[in-house]
């Protein structure tokens, strides 16, 4: 592995720095959260100026791989997890297939009345009884994500009694309601994130995120759930695949 800038490559010096500096993350040599050497260091440590560290650290902010805290410094970031939009799969089965450990806290539980905007999702009357249940999802003990699930209850009367820290909602659904989530309709925007749920994932408020409403539909097409998905920006990568 190269380890120094090569004055008589073609490659500007910035982009060799780059190189150089990513391949340390990549091969594990500097760990999610460690901090990198500071801009002062590095244009010692490779006799370059400060704008060629700076454009370096850009590109690997750009890419995902480091974030930087102001009055802190520069640190390396916990890799993303990137989702495919085109089926439907629990956090739990998801984030078990990448090999993380799931957690769940849940943050609330009860029955409320549809509201308008909810119960036109859900072809419902305003006022309808629906379940709620909103959930702090983890990785590795890490907060990934926050999930706002709504459920028109008369399909599964008493889905509350389970404990939704230890059991998916989808394998709830189906074992004890015979109910399957076959396909689903959903938008995604890019939101600053309130205060409140901010605290909950662990950021600073404002910190980009990744937003999605969500409504499934059982074989029969009869939406089941509305819910709203709250994805930590700096950890989530979503993707389509596209075909002529």
Known sequence: MIDTILRDSKLPFYHQLYEILRQ???????????????????????????????????????EGLIYRQRGRGTFVAHPTVDQALTRIISFTEDMRQRGFTPGTEVLFSGLEPALPEVAEKLQLDPG????????????????????????????????????YAANPLREVLEQHYGI?????????????????????????????????????????????EFLRLYHRGDRYVLYNELRD
Not at 33 to 56: F, K
Not at 131 to 159: F, K, Q, T, W
Not at 194 to 217: F, G, H, M, Q, V
């Open 128 to 163: 309808t009884e629906l379940v709620r249940l909103d959930r702090l999802r983890l990785a590795d003990n890490e907060p990934m994500s926050i999930e706002e699930s709504h459920l028109v209850h008369r399909y599964c009367p008493g889905i509350l009694q389970h404990d």
């Open 180 to 224: 399957r989530l076959v396909r689903a309709k959903q938008i995604i925007r890019a939101i600053a994130a309130p205060r409140k749920i901010a605290d909950k994932l662990s950021i600073p408020a404002n910190t980009p995120l990744l937003y999605i409403e969500r409504i499934s539909y059982s074989p029969q097409n009869i939406p089941i």
């Open 24 to 62: 340390n993350i990549v091969r594990g040599e500097w760990q999610p959260d460690d901090m990198l050497p500071s801009e002062i260091e590095l244009m010692e440590r490779y006799n370059v100026s400060r704008i060629t560290v700076r454009q370096a650290l850009d590109e690997l902010v750009n």
